[in-house]
């Protein structure tokens, strides 16, 4: 599917929708840029805008069809032989509502940038995009008056889209806390490395990410104006705090962790400490019970008038005594 | 709130509680400089300081306005249609008392730092914002004299804020460590935990503010004036100092933590001797008891005179070499 | 074994297998580029390829027959007295799948890249090198019209033969969290720590290589024509990939022996846990049998009409109410 | 307390204890040098050399009065307003005997070092400032021909007393090593940890101290003339080791402890070993015994002649069986 | 003991064991160099050499003396006082296998490397200094031509000669790596643990040596001559594998260190199953045998005539059917 956006150099909507032929006339007005949306286009599509119309380096079109897990940017200039304009190519990574695999399912967008044009390409729809389709089109004039400023909307609505995500897995934390001190089973263990696994792939995701837009928060590229690069610098500090709260995850689940490793061998400790309290509370019995079975003939105490009577009070007292000073040994 | 305060460059009061109107005439006077502190202030009001009378660029009202966990700083230098002045903004984070969720429960604040201004915005109380106004007014001359001074000023009380925070914290540990040894119970895991938790907290708030303080200490910025640089330097070097204790304290509560799960671990160890001990000494009995309640016809030694005498004293014997052997060889 | 292939720098395929008396004539031809793949090749073949052809630098010689596990790169440049033209040597590791020593034996390849020769040497088949060599010959023009060209295919095809084998090992490592959680055995924790070293080994080959390609990367070497910096970067980025599974690699498999460890402690407390019970459900009778098991003459419980039903009878409750108590405390 | 010592050049000893009205004079005469060192002094000799003599920073004049944990080094150049020459100001921390609080207790050093100067400022007496007093005066010529000369030979002494220290840790590291192996118990745990706690001290100490020599040893200080830099440098080094060793000394703790938790759970097996081989052992005889302790009246081998035999022969053998089956698998 | 030699700038021997007041001559004439190996020198030798004949600045003769963990290198270069040369000073170490102290026992090499002389200093026997001397003897030509050729052999010697020593500590980890997995003893662990500290030590010896050779190998030293600088080089590029390996090394122990600590708990955890497993088989007869041996007067059972056959069946089908249940749940 292709959408295609172009907006006069003053924010206003000059036109939408517009027929593949018009393209390179459109390209050629000063007057406007143009933001081409390909979401999960056909060979043909594809080929057409990224090949025909741009002509852009072969190794950037490989790098955007293949998916790939790590986000980059490159500046393309051309040289004399080459046919396309000075360019921008960028890959990051959204978080994907629409996929099921875990929280941090993510979906690759990549960005060409121009002077004049700016083009979007994923796989799968990207509600940052619509979003902020909508904006450019509502609210034109602040924020559709150039391609990099389109962009800096894009990324911002990308790093804010990770918030909900990460809210829930602050949640999860919170009760898996709980869970740990208050009952834990073996299903605790594999939620809490569940989790860990998802922060852990949080980080290993907004890392990159961060150095790539580091470079833009240093202004070193070209297509950006200086006046937006605070912009940018804000795009980076969000991601920031984000890898700053998956620091601090990190740190909370390995306490759950520590928490939950205590409580599980104390569980044991416990039941050992039963063990043990049984076998201390029924000696005196056993060791009573087990002598005065014995069938000698001359034991004198069994034929005692008050044999059995001394023998019960014997191990009456002696185990009250052991409960009492094992208890005052705060053994139990 | 707005509270404002004028001082001359001299360093004497102006006034104070200025009307809104006059603001634009005061900040007109080269020989004056004004401080506004904005505490939780209405939108109108903010509206009219941020946007009105300073006209400051919009990202930075809005990282003003928002609240955000990164400390920053960020320089603003106008380009020909801004209608702002050369400014700072700053954000940064002071130990807030009047909150009750943990030790280092922090607040925003918000600095914008001009050639002839100091606007400061928070949401709640800052103790350290009223004690440097107080100061301001009374001993005015040397602290008054310019914007980078005050600010200065505020910050280093800021910093000086985290000292009885960490003295507290400080306290907590060594009484952790008692308890760890003497005492340890899951209650003692879980203040150890908590304790971590928040010594972690600090050095997450810690840490940027350091680097957002080493931008000041390396002089980076043209409104600080460089004679003025040395004392940034030494606020610098007390979160140097708070971040190296923080250190100390995460050594500390490592090592409590060893003690604790050693503790933990010895206590089922010392169970099992116990349950061992218990077996081991009263085998002897248990098992002549066992042998001589048998039912056999012709077990002679059932019919000696002295048999039952015999069997005790091998039994008490046996008992006592038992318990004997067992403790030379250290086991109890 | 010496292959040889001569190419026009118009990207055609000018001879084969060249008579080695004939290669010195070849190479001062401007409008051709050399390629000899010298593999496991005799000591007079090298001597006679690295020595009395090209006078290579005698390090860089020593370096390329001694086995070596660290990559390099190193730029030859010539002195006046010197008889070679400038190159660059490096050393490089592919998989090697015909060595049965675990998932990541590799084996070494080095190059000696210069104007117009290519020089690769190693000691047993490599896969990517032959393939490259096959696509030269048949796709000539794109591929063949330069040495760093094809250096850059071949360094392409060596990362992309990392890829089965990281497949490979995330099967192994899904294989064994099922396997730590269902069966834990003696035998799961030595594969963990067995996948856990290769996973390792995968890291220390990437790492350095990375580093090598890293200068390509960054255009450091005259040899490497500009335009195909983004090229070896797009090498890089494979290289950078590989060595962020391998990171997520390490964390699956911490993860996955904290399980195992976690299970292996469980199962000892289970067992605890079924001798306790069997103590504690046994406890009554073994109570009660032993103590009217005592021979005493005057227990009169003994002689009473329904005394052993009572006794039965109390013991089955005792019985019956530990179990409950017990199973009510979730002891069980 | 003050003492002065005033050299020429030359490095003569000119005179001792200086008279404080004295002092400015003699500081105008370019060929002598004063070396004033102030121990515990009264605030009023305090601020008579620090301010009215020197007219030092007021911010160093803080530093040095206020106690830190935090090595700096400072250069103050004055402006045209300020009545102080260049000079630089540092304090460093030399380890203090005289405290009891451990082996790393330090007391802070001050120093203030100018062309023609050096002040020493201390709260407690320090024998390496002392000894080097002690060495200037007597040994003069080489030592005490500038500042920078003496600072080093200060610095110098400060560095090799640590060494005393060093060797007391490392004897206490090998007792500990031997105790942890030959008799674990919980004093050797606490003992553990409290030489962990100091060796993370000492590292504390020594890290930001090497940082504020680099910075000598880079002769980045005007006031050190460049061929005293390789002193310095000298200094450095010794820190470096000192770094080094602390370093050799926390890994060998971390081995100590392991092996320390290995023995403590080792003695829990060792116990649960005992429990396990003594039931093994009693089993046949209690089996036997309880067995034939019952009442049948058609139990016939109770009334066997040889019936007793029998049993008690089929327990002991059975017991050496089991002894012996278990002996061979080496459970015991 | 001193030796000397002098070889002519063409490579060839010129003398050996030169008279000492022939020294200063020899070292006039431009067209020779000097090497003089000082081992185990006396007082009036090293004094002799180092102060009368080369005037090496006090600093670097007090390194050179004193024993030193850390290996280093400078740059004297002369002001217009000092009577020495520009000389570079290093100091690294060796492998020393005469003594016994452990595989990497280490003995200091002390260099003076300067246009036309190379001064060694050691306190005891090295084996690669001596080789380097008979190979520079022999092979003259190729290595003797400048005194930085023979620095860099003897470099090179140095470092080939930690790898046997790295070998034996390679086999030493498989057999440990074996030993853990079929026999884990307390020894076990203290040979893990001694091999740990013995490849931290290696570490610790190579890092810093890294860093002096790294210096070289960036051509920092204007006394290297930038054509030797790819051999310095070589030698960097050595040390960077050794401590490759040492890294292996350590996470191979640290593997082999987890599987120790898995047995070892494995084997209480089996013992406490045996326990468990003799418990629970003798449960039965123990339930029944004391049961019945309770003296009650109307226990019927014990009067019928096939009642003892009944209890023996029950017992030895309820102890089959115990153990074959817990066969079946893989207790055992």
């Known amino acids: 599917m292709i959408r295609s956006l172009a907006f006069t150099t003053q924010g206003r909507l000059h036109s939408k929708d517009i027929e593949m032929f018009l393209m ?33 380096h072969p190794l950037s079109i490989k790098d955007c069809v293949e998916a790939s897990l790590a986000p980059k940017v490159e500046e393309y200039s051309p040289k004399e032989e080459d046919r396309f304009a000075l360019y921008l190519f960028m890959v990051i990574h959204a978080v994907d509502y629409s996929r099921k695999d875990g929280v941090f399912a ?5 960005f060409f940038l121009g002077k004049n044009f700016l083009i979007t390409y994923h796989d799968c729809h990207i509600r940052s995009v619509s979003l902020t389709e909508d904006r450019a089109v509502k609210g034109t004039m602040h924020i559709a008056r150039a391609p990099d400023r389109v962009a800096y909307n894009l990324l911002d609505s990308i790093v804010d889209n990770y918030k909900p995500a990460l809210e829930e897995l602050s949640l999860e934390i919170a009760e898996l806390e709980q869970e740990a001190l208050a009952n834990p089973s073996k299903a605790t263990l594999n939620k809490i490395l569940q989790v860990k696994k998802e922060v852990l792939h949080l980080r290993q ?17 070209k297509l950006i104006r200086p006046h937006l690069v605070p912009y940018y610098r804000n795009v980076y500090d969000g991601l920031f705090q984000i890898s700053e709260l998956a620091q601090l995850y990190t740190d909370s689940l390995t306490g759950i962790l520590q928490v939950y490793l205590n409580m599980s061998s104390n569980q044991t400790g416990e039941v050992v400490k039963l063990l043990t309290l049984i076998t ?30 001394v023998a019960a009070s014997v191990m009456v007292i002696s185990t009250l005594v052991t409960y009492w000073y094992f208890k005052r040994k705060k053994w139990f």
Chains 1, 2, 3, 4, 5 share one sequence.
Do not use: C
């Open 24 to 56: 390179p006339t459109l390209l050629t007005d000063t007057n406007l840029f143009l933001w081409i949306d390909l979401e999960n286009p056909t060979p043909e599509e594809t080929k057409f805008v990224l090949e025909e119309l741009f002509h852009f």
């Open 106 to 110: 993510t979906s690759e967008l990549n």
């Open 280 to 309: 201390v509370i029924t000696t005196p019995l056993m060791m009573i019970g087990t002598w005065y079975g014995m069938n000698f003939d001359h034991m004198h105490e069994l034929r005692w008038k008050h044999g059995y009577l």
């Open 205 to 221: 995701i907004i890392g990159p990410q961060r150095e790539v837009l580091a470079r833009f928060a240093r202004g070193e590229f």
